[in-house]
């Protein structure tokens, strides 16, 4: 796990990366993960990084503040560009929504559509999830951010999740007509078929089933 390299300022509550801010508790920012206060470590030794001011059990790291900082930006922003399907502007944003069976990082929404984002920095879609999204054919994008640069700082981050198309990846999109389920066994995908009718009509019947392909 790399150093935590964003912050949430404190005053303006926008996220600062550790090459804007001053040394040690002059920078003035929380936490992005936890809320608490954390310094910049910005010695001769090791690469500058943010840590909790007080001893914390929190877990953050360049991974987890990396996948919460692309979820604020996409909060933010206004132009997605969505790689295969091109730039679409958006209205509204949804973060962390649930649909009954899973929960998405973000969801953003247009006049007529409406499109879920997952960003990939450690963990992968489970292929269960991603069955389930093109079974049900909700739009969605996949983000990949798993080779980003460790120095990436907060103008690029906002480029690469808002702007950039190659690390864009569709998992369901309109005008798929063929839809099949990438599960190997052909047993699974007769009970896919047998439970899904009911499944999409009845919610907590929906997690049920969807628990058993976790
Ligand atoms: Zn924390």
Redesign the pocket.
């Known amino acids: 796990m790399a150093e935590v390299t964003f912050g949430l300022d404190r005053n303006t509550q926008s996220i600062k990366h550790i090459s804007e801010v001053q040394s040690g508790l002059s920078c003035n920012c929380n936490?992005?993960?936890?809320?608490?206060a954390?310094k910049a470590a910005k010695g001769q030794v090791q690469e500058h990084h943010f840590k909790?001011h007080e001893l914390?059990d929190?877990t953050?790291s360049f991974e987890s503040v990396l996948h919460l900082t692309a979820k604020k930006i996409i909060q933010n922003g206004c132009l997605f560009n969505t790689g295969a399907n091109g730039v679409i502007s958006y209205s509204a944003s949804e973060l962390e929504k649930v649909d009954g069976v899973y929960r998405y990082d973000a969801f953003i929404t247009t006049p007529d559509k409406s499109i879920a984002i997952e960003i990939v920095v450690t963990n992968q879609l489970s292929q269960s999830k991603y069955d389930y999204i093109r079974l049900i054919k909700q739009r969605c994008i996949q983000i990949d951010l798993q080779e980003v640069d460790r120095n990436i700082n907060y103008d690029d981050l906002e480029k690469l999740v808002l702007a950039n198309a190659s690390c864009k990846r569709t998992i369901w999109w309109d005008g798929e007509s063929q839809v099949t389920i990438s599960n190997d066994s052909s047993s699974d995908q007769a009970y896919w078929l047998l439970l899904l009718p009911l499944a999409l009509l009845y919610k907590p019947l929906r997690k049920f089933v969807f628990k058993l392909f976790e």
Do not use: L, R
Request: aromatic residues 0%; proline residues 0%.
């Open positions: 936490c992005i993960q936890c809320g608490k954390i909790h914390s929190c953050a």
